[in-house]
């Protein structure tokens, strides 16, 4: 089976590249406009038409496509017209903050709704369950972009505790003190945009299996409810909140976006957005496959992960 989705992932790829291709060539924006910057307004249009030809942007996206494939399977990932850097170059100054910065804020948020999800199923309809429940709601119906901004009116313009955006303060290096004070607020806010769906989660499974015969077995037995929910309901309940994060990976990615460009985190989402705005092809390209096979390698682990997280799979199996 999982040889089988791997060998999936060839055919998925490939239809995805080659449709951001084809997509690329029906796009209104014009990629002149991010080449030559405060330049277009004032270049002729025979010289638009003359540099269009010298970069090939009137070339058919299929010889484009199959171009960039040939160069990608050779090792060549190609030049960043937005960067005018070599897109390999991009890739290594970047992906190390985009993965610093994900890394952190989702594992704020799956301990936060691992603490709360589980003590909210084991009391469900309480005070505080019901509480819980009607923040996530509030929070669900957010975008990323309003947390963000809100985050930044409250802490960094308000109360001045954190800077508002970048990596470190004007002219600073990037020192473990100056990037982690940067890091609190792009973190936090992507944790809590990706909290309420994790913790609805956990909540949802441990009150399901809180009712199962295993646990009123346990009870019977006269086990304490805190070793039953550390031994039986939490194990069995992180099967399927392992499935489920999974399946969220597109939204986390599409949160790592909008908050990476709301506090100019310098990481691969904000080039991810700077090289669609300018067609930049072989940088996109290379992103959006990458991300793509991202997705699919976490899907493919968190179901691995359930098979090994919950017994009752094994055995139906």
């Known amino acids: 089976m999982i040889m089988y989705r791997l060998l999936l ?9 080659a449709g951001l291709f084809a997509a690329a060539a029906v796009s209104p924006f014009d990629p002149l406009a991010g080449y030559l910057g405060n330049r277009y307004m004032t270049t002729s249009e025979a010289d638009k038409a003359l540099i269009a030809d010298e970069l090939g942007l009137h070339t058919p ?9 040939h160069a990608v ?13 070599p897109v390999a170059q991009v890739l290594t100054e970047r992906i190390p903050w985009t993965i610093l910065l994900v890394s952190v804020g989702m594992t704020g948020s799956i301990l936060i709704a691992l603490a709360v999800g589980v003590w909210a199923g084991m009391h469900r309809g309480g005070l505080i369950d019901r509480a819980v429940a009607a923040a996530c709601i509030v929070i669900q119906g957010l975008p990323p972009f309003v947390l963000a901004l809100a985050a930044i009116g409250i802490f960094a313009v308000g109360l001045g505790w954190l800077p508002p955006a970048g990596l470190t303060d004007a002219g600073a290096d990037p020192t473990f003190g100056q990037v982690a004070r940067h890091l609190v607020l792009p973190a936090a806010v992507l944790a809590v945009s990706q909290l309420p ?5 956990v909540r949802e499974s441990v009150s399901a299996n809180r009712g199962e015969d295993y646990v009123a077995g346990a009870v019977a037995r006269g086990v304490d409810m805190r070793t039953i929910t550390r031994r039986h ?3 069995t309940s992180l099967a399927p909140f392992v499935t489920i994060i999974g399946v969220r990976l597109p939204e986390v990615v599409v949160g790592a976006v909008l908050v990476e460009e709301i506090f100019s985190w310098p990481g691969a989402a904000g080039a991810l957005v700077q090289s669609a705005r300018d067609l930049d092809m072989p940088l996109l390209a290379i992103l959006t496959v990458g991300t793509t096979c991202a997705v699919l390698v976490g899907s493919l682990l968190a179901d691995i992960a359930y098979v090994l997280l919950d017994p009752r799979v094994k055995a139906d199996g």
């Open 61 to 69: 996206w299929y010889e484009l496509y199959f171009s960039w494939l």
């Open 233 to 235: 309901i939490l194990p």
């Open 197 to 201: 769906w994790a913790l609805l989660a």
């Open 9 to 17: 992932f060839v055919p998925v790829l490939g239809g995805v590249s």
């Open 73 to 85: 399977l050779t090792g060549d990932l190609g030049m960043s017209r937005s960067f005018s850097q």
